[in-house]
T-cell receptor
């Protein structure tokens, strides 16, 4: 059972534009929502993460928006650059007492054209 | 701090063989998780070890096993390899942050090809 659904599967954006990737989750026990960036041949790298007690978190050009009632969260990449071209994964996990298991979305392949 | 290291980086095996992959977590991290990444199934959780004990297990057959040593280094083993086991195997180590949630950091992975 896919507990985290991610869209779109692929996204093409012009340099300087805004990239938006959306995720929806089912399990209300999830309380930690990280985003990972993965380049070909590399492991996923933690980009930014949010807890459900805040509705938005911003780090540089990357912003997570969180809607607890809708069980949705999204990643916004402002002023997208060709170097941002990568695969992005949203994920969710339960409280630390349940361990470190991450449930991932399907991934979004982002291409930023120069 | 050095990141998560995985060895070997690439591996080619034939069906029926077994394989052992190794992971060294970031210094001070006590939890090690393993994930399988394939184009069709995406990133799937295999298992997690904490203080040498398996704390979580994903939905994989018993051919997939792991262990953790006292220095937090971990190994995973796959026996009786099948073609479908070809994948990127990722190890992640995690640290409990203030507020009680885990921040996971991934290694570069081991690319396993089963012929």
């Amino acid at each position: 059972q896919q507990q985290v659904k991610q869209s779109p599967q692929s996204l093409i954006v012009q340099k300087g534009g805004i990239s938006i990737i959306n995720c929806a989750y089912e399990n209300t026990a999830f309380d930690y929502f990280p985003w990972y960036q993965q380049f070909p041949g590399k492991g996923p790298a933690l980009l930014i993460a949010i807890r459900p007690d805040v509705s938005e978190k911003k780090e540089g050009r990357f912003t997570i928006s969180f809607n607890k009632s809708a069980k949705q969260f999204s990643l916004h990449i402002m002023d997208s650059q060709p170097g941002d071209s990568a695969t992005y994964f949203c994920a969710a996990s339960k409280p630390e007492t349940s361990g470190s298991r991450l449930t991932f979305g399907e991934g979004t392949q982002l291409t930023v054209n120069p | 701090k050095a990141g998560v290291t995985q060895t070997p980086r690439y591996l080619i095996k034939t069906r029926g063989q077994q394989v052992t992959l190794s992971c060294s977590p970031i210094s001070g991290h006590r939890s090690v998780s393993w994930y399988q990444q394939t184009p069709g199934q995406g990133l799937q959780f295999l298992f997690e070890y904490f203080s040498e004990t398996q704390r979580n297990k994903g939905n994989f057959p018993g051919r997939f096993s792991g262990r953790q040593f006292s220095n937090s280094r971990s190994e995973m083993n796959v026996s009786t390899l099948e073609l479908g086991d070809s994948a990127l195997y990722l190890c992640a180590s995690s640290f409990v942050l203030a507020g009680g949630y885990n921040e996971q950091f991934f290694g570069p992975g081991t690319r396993l090809t089963v012929l």
